[in-house]
Nanobody, 121 residues
Framework: QVQLAESGGGLVQTGGSLRLSCVASGRTFSTYVMGWFRQAPGKEREFVGVIGWTGSTSYADSVKGRFTISRDNAKNTVYLQMNGLKPEDTAVYYC???????????????WGQGTQVTVSS
């Protein structure tokens, strides 16, 4: 069992930055692929980015070049650094844990409760 807890969301102006954190419980964090997803009101949860066990990353085209995922296995934490934020980035952001490199939400085993990110124009 893995429990995830996101933090770091908030209100920021267009062009601003935020760093989200996701802390995992348990001693098996390093064995999980960690993904970031987001869900805006009335929309489905969508892939933002993913980081593998060795630190390899992949991003959605909409955030490529602006967002960066990293992980610190010693701290059981994965980060999402978001720069150049746009109003369309407004959503609840979730981290998820999976056993393989997935971009589809239903393949993730564990989820956090989410953190709200609001970007004002």
């Amino acid at each position: 069992q893995v429990q995830l807890a996101e933090s770091g969301g908030g209100l920021v102006q267009t062009g601003g930055s935020l760093r989200l954190s996701c802390v995992a419980s348990g001693r098996t964090f390093s064995t999980y692929v960690m993904g970031w997803f987001r869900q805006a009101p009335g929309k489905e949860r969508e892939f933002v980015g993913v980081i593998g066990w060795t630190g390899s990353t992949s991003y959605a085209d909409s955030v490529k070049g602006r967002f960066t995922i990293s992980r610190d296995n010693a701290k059981n934490t994965v980060y999402l650094q978001m720069n150049g934020l746009k109003p369309e980035d407004t959503a609840v952001y979730y981290c998820g844990a999976a056993r393989s490199y997935y971009v589809i939400p239903r393949n993730y085993d564990y989820w956090g409760q989410g953190t709200q990110v609001t970007v004002s124009s």
